[in-house]
């Protein structure tokens, strides 16, 4: 039986989606954080330690209080009712007067054992699963910098620790990377004797910084998909983007005909030439903008996001969007996105994205059509420049006659080549996917690959490999040292802010990588000659089951995918902060059967999004951390549920993946801290 990977909400390259980059000149902060750093990290300098001129403080330097510490109160228990469940009864501390056995406990799911936070991040939840009969906890927290411990009861079967608690034991508990300010959380059970319990997290020194911006659906039906994020320390989430928001009216098909008609139960909801779907995406280095991809035959699209004071809504077209530039983001057969802030803001405003054109056939050159009107699939390395001042060739309302379209349009599009767009030599016999552009602008690296169809990543050679920018000139690729190995596929590489880093899928060479259930994500040196570092965060709790199949969740087998980094990575005591988000379908909760297409994906699970820390210790040497769940990502469909036919109720499941993490000024979260 073939899999089928869910998000075919917006076809079959939904998964392939945009490589954020770090802006040089950040936005302006919004949103609430943690300790006087604004959500998107951008702060006020309210926190003393370490300040970029930029960004505001990247490190917490200096500790509120040292000893004896009052963040956890006098020692009084708390009764805690706010996270579901019934009133702790009166004697509920006598239940646990006994000590606990250390077999039998609950499952701890969140934050993770041995899990790091950024200072400023959302205060963290603990969620764990209780044994048979289990219905009572008692939560003991301890750190070394307080007094007193920190005791609650509740019948909940999870707890957020209240903010005011969270800030303080951020200013002063913050671990310099010893280790020796680890907190400890035991969870027991009451019973004859109570069972419990433990894990440990420690807060770091290490401030983040930006919005994730990522793609919600429901089913794998087209227009089933919307954009949603938040800031750093949000609690919430805000709808960034909608199918109907958007203003967009290009779209058109393989013919180079504004498309018309409605496919897979999406809906035009403005008219000729609008878009069906969002899909893969990416951030503009305007701070307000991203591009994505519509449905099939995948032309390019963009739209403001940013909700600012006196800025345009979102939906709108960026003032930066040339009439010429919309033209050529507008053709078919368009992959994944990347941008670099450096080259951007030097006031080149350009995007590097993949062309698939057929085998052996150079239609600009030739004016040649794809193949028997068939997908094409074999890409290569395109740029594309947003603000070029080349006119546009097409019609703007009916494209070319269908007659003869592909070879019309591309005939017509040839005459702008190498000034609305042009190709990136690379010298690598096999197609291009999945780019990754540096941020300084000189590098790209890429898929080198067989296994390209129709944008996406099937099964093939997968392999990373890198090729000078050098203003869109490109060179001779060469193969990535350690994410090149032929015996595995490499792929959706993510360059860290500093570009020292690449963080990258990898999984068994004989697999259909898309939407593959073995992805792991590594990391390895830019350029370097070291080994490829396997992160800790691939690997689920060891008592955590899949919610579809009651098994054991273990990785390989989860997929672990599309990992991208934050838009810092500040330097602590001597260390390098770095943090990842990625998406992990490890809970297990599946798709309702009656918004998918396919009755093939009926066992497909969603996917939700992680975050992971990732220290340098200044020589090199990466420690890697367990991944912590986003607590304030949606599961379940709530606000906005996508346009077309079937409906898709309120609480429908919600899958969360191809994020990105970047400075981008979106609307306010819901926050709701206590």
């Known amino acids: 039986?073939?899999?089928?990977?869910?998000?075919?909400?917006?076809?079959?390259?939904?998964?392939?989606?945009?490589?954020?980059?770090?802006?040089?000149?950040?936005?302006?902060?919004?949103?609430?954080?943690?300790?006087?750093?604004?959500?998107n990290g951008l702060g006020n300098g309210s926190l003393g330690g370490t300040t970029n001129a930029d960004t505001g403080p990247q490190c917490v330097t200096a500790r509120s209080c040292s000893s004896g510490c009052g963040d956890f109160g006098d020692g009084t228990p708390n009764f805690d009712m706010p996270d579901g469940g019934s009133a702790a009864p009166a004697n509920a501390a006598s239940q646990f007067a006994a000590p606990p056995t250390a077999a039998g406990g609950?499952?701890?799911?969140?934050?993770?054992?041995?899990?790091?936070?950024?200072?400023?991040?959302?205060?963290?939840?603990?969620?764990?699963?209780?044994?048979?009969?289990q219905s009572l906890f008692q939560i003991t927290l301890q750190s070394p910098r307080e007094s007193?411990?920190?005791?609650?009861?509740?019948?909940?079967?999870?707890?957020?620790?209240?903010?005011?608690?969270?800030?303080?034991?951020?200013a002063d508990a913050w671990d310099d990377g010893s280790g020796s300010d680890a907190i400890t959380v035991t969870i027991a059970a009451a019973g004859s004797p109570p069972a419990a319990s433990t894990m440990k997290f420690t807060i770091a020194p290490a401030l983040a910084n930006g919005s994730m911006i990522y793609w919600a659906a429901v089913g794998n039906q087209n227009g089933k998909s919307w954009l949603e994020g938040f800031h750093v320390g949000d609690e919430g989430v805000t709808q960034v983007l909608t199918v109907p928001d958007v203003?967009?009216?290009?779209s058109r098909d393989q013919g180079g005909n504004l498309v018309t008609s409605p496919q897979n139960g999406g809906m035009l909801a403005n008219g000729p030439g609008t878009i069906q779907c969002i899909g893969c995406h990416a951030a503009v280095p305007d701070h307000t903008s991203v591009t994505f991809l519509d449905f099939y035959p995948w032309p390019g699209a963009t739209?403001?996001?940013?909700?600012?004071?006196?800025?345009?809504?979102?939906?709108?077209?960026?003032?930066?969007l040339s009439p010429g530039g919309a033209e050529a983001l507008s053709q078919p057969w368009l992959g994944m996105m990347t941008f670099s802030p450096t080259v951007w803001n030097a006031g080149t405003h350009r995007v590097v994205t993949t062309y698939a054109i057929s085998p052996g056939v150079d239609p600009w050159e030739n004016g040649m059509s794809f193949s028997g009107g068939n997908p094409p699939i074999s890409p290569r390395l395109a740029w594309i420049d947003l603000s070029t001042n080349a006119p546009p060739v097409l019609d703007s309302t009916a494209g070319v006659p269908a007659s003869n379209a592909q070879p019309a349009q591309q005939a017509a599009l040839a005459a702008n080549a190498g000034t609305s767009f042009g190709f990136i030599p690379t010298g690598d016999p096999r197609?291009?996917?999945?780019?990754?552009?540096t941020h300084d602008g000189t590098k790209i690296t890429y898929v080198s690959t067989t296994a390209g169809k129709d944008g996406r990543l099937d099964?093939?050679?997968?392999d990373l490999y890198t090729v000078e920018y050098s203003g869109g000139m490109g060179g001779t690729a060469a193969g990535v040292p350690g994410a090149s190995d032929p015996i595995v596929a490499e792929y959706y590489p993510s360059y860290s802010s500093d570009d020292r880093y690449i963080a990258f899928d990898r999984a068994p060479g004989q697999d259909t990588l898309y939407y593959d259930s073995n992805a792991e994500v590594y990391v390895v040196q830019a350029g370097g000659a070291a080994a490829p570092t396997r992160l800790a965060a691939n690997d689920p709790p060891t008592c955590m089951t899949s919610q579809a199949t009651g098994m054991p969740s273990r990785s390989p087998g989860v997929t672990n995918s599309w990992p991208k980094w934050s838009?810092?990575?500040?330097?602590?005591?001597?260390?390098?902060?770095?943090?990842?988000?990625?998406?992990?379908?490890?809970?297990?909760?599946?798709?309702?059967?009656?918004?998918?297409?396919?009755?093939?994906?009926?066992?497909?699970?969603?996917?939700?999004?992680?975050?992971?820390?990732?220290?340098?210790?200044?020589?090199?040497?990466?420690?890697?951390?367990?991944?912590?769940?986003?607590?304030?990502?949606?599961?379940?469909?709530?606000?906005?549920?996508?346009?077309?036919?079937?409906?898709?109720?309120?609480g429908s499941p919600q899958s969360n993946h191809t994020p990105l993490w970047d400075v981008v000024e979106i609307g306010p979260s819901s926050n709701t801290p206590r």
């Open 1 to 39: 039986m073939q899999r089928v990977a869910p998000w075919m909400v917006c076809g079959v390259l939904a998964v392939a989606a945009a490589c954020a980059k770090s802006p040089e000149n950040p936005a302006p902060p919004g949103g609430n954080g943690t300790g006087g750093i604004s959500a």
């Open 106 to 133: 609950p499952c701890i799911l969140e934050p993770g054992d041995g899990a790091l936070l950024p200072n400023n991040w959302a205060r963290p939840r603990f969620r764990w699963v209780a044994g048979s009969g």
């Open 148 to 170: 007193n411990d920190y005791v609650v009861y509740t019948t909940a079967s999870q707890w957020t620790m209240p903010a005011a608690m969270w800030q303080g034991l951020a």
């Open 247 to 250: 203003q967009w009216n290009l």
């Open 303 to 320: 739209a403001n996001v940013g909700v600012l004071e006196a800025g345009p809504p979102a939906g709108v077209l960026p003032a930066w």
């Open 431 to 437: 197609g291009a996917e999945c780019p990754a552009w």
């Open 459 to 462: 099964q093939g050679e997968a």
């Open 567 to 650: 838009p810092e990575s500040p330097s602590c005591g001597g260390k390098t902060y770095y943090w990842l988000i990625f998406s992990s379908t490890r809970l297990g909760y599946p798709f309702s059967p009656t918004l998918l297409v396919n009755p093939l994906s009926a066992n497909e699970v969603t996917s939700q999004l992680y975050l992971t820390g990732i220290v340098d210790d200044g020589s090199g040497n990466l420690t890697t951390y367990p991944g912590v769940f986003i607590w304030n990502q949606p599961t379940a469909a709530s606000t906005y549920t996508g346009v077309g036919t079937p409906a898709a109720p309120a």
